[in-house]
């Protein structure tokens, strides 16, 4: 079973900048893709970013150029760092990983975290 931690959310005035971090607990295994997702007050769920594997990566366009996504395998974390931060980016985060590598098998799943708040005043 896979654990999925995030932290680093807060509250932070337009244009500042907030670092989240995503942590899989347990040991022997590599991370497949790791994608985080964010959801305002009264909307759907939104895609944010994702890094794949191999490295990959994408962002969705509100993030793009404000955004940045990385991984630290041996860690098993993926962060988000976010600058230039708007009110519009103001939702709970999400970090949600598709599936593991153990032992060289790939393990599908679906592990999302608890998420964290993040607060953007204007």
């Known amino acids: 079973q896979v654990q999925v931690v995030e932290s680093g959310g807060g509250l932070v005035q337009a244009g500042g900048s907030l670092g989240l971090s995503c942590a899989a607990s347990?040991?022997?295994?590599?991370?497949?893709?790791v994608a985080w997702y964010r959801q305002a007050p009264e909307k759907k769920r939104e895609f944010v970013a994702i890094i794949g594997g191999d490295g990959s990566i994408n962002y969705a366009n509100s993030v793009k150029g404000r955004f940045t996504i990385s991984r630290d395998n041996a860690k098993n974390t993926v962060y988000l760092q976010m600058n230039n931060l708007k009110p519009a980016d103001t939702a709970v985060y999400y970090c949600?990983?598709?599936?593991?590598?153990?032992?060289?098998?790939?393990?599908?799943?679906?592990?999302w975290g608890q998420g964290t708040q993040v607060t953007v005043s204007s």
């Open positions: 347990g040991s022997g295994f590599r991370l497949n893709a």
């Open positions: 949600n990983v598709g599936g593991i590598y153990k032992s060289g098998d790939f393990y599908s799943g679906d592990y």
